[in-house]
C-alpha cells in the first residue's frame, strides 16, 4: 500500500554531513506518520526520528537530537533525515517506516518498512 525505498546512504568521516531520502510510491503518502530508524550489527533496531503527516510535530532520540533534523516534502512523497556532525556510533543500515494512526517510537508499532541504506561513519 506504502511501499518505501531509501537511499541517500553511504561513508562519511566523522563530523560530516549526509543526508537520507525515503520515497513513497502510495498516493496516500500524506496521511501517514513517518520515522527513521537505525540497526547496528548485533544492535536492536532503535529508533531516531519521527514526524507527523502534517509535519508540524517532530521527536527525537536524545543521541541524535540536535545533530539531525527531520523532514517531508508531500508534494514529493519524501521524507528525509538530515545527519550532521556524524559520529562514529551513528554506524547503522537506516530504515524509514510508516503508520498510518498516531506517533511513535517502537519498531514494532509501524505498518511499513524500507529496505535500509546502509550509513558508515569513519574516523
Known amino acids: 500500500q506504502v511501499p518505501l525505498v531509501e537511499s541517500g546512504g553511504g561513508l562519511v568521516q566523522a563530523g560530516g554531513s549526509l543526508r537520507l531520502s525515503c520515497a513513497a510510491s502510495?498516493?496516500?503518502?500524506?496521511?501517514?506518520?513517518m520515522a527513521w530508524f537505525r540497526q547496528a550489527p548485533g544492535k536492536e533496531r532503535e529508533f531516531v526520528a519521527v514526524?507527523?503527516?502534517?509535519?508540524?510535530?517532530?521527536d527525537y532520540a536524545d543521541s541524535v537530537k540536535g545533530r539531525f533534523t527531520i523532514s517531508r516534502d508531500n508534494a514529493k512523497n519524501t521524507v528525509y533525515l538530515q545527519m550532521n556532525s556524524l559520529k562514529l556510533e551513528d554506524t547503522a543500515v537506516y530504515y524509514c517506516a510508516a503508520r498510518r494512526v498516531g506517533l511513535a517510537t517502537v519498531p514494532g508499532t509501524y505498518e511499513y518498512w524500507g529496505q535500509g541504506t546502509q550509513v558508515t561513519v569513519s574516523s
Open positions: 502510495g498516493r496516500t503518502f500524506s496521511s501517514y506518520n
Open positions: 514526524i507527523s503527516w502534517s509535519g508540524g510535530t517532530t
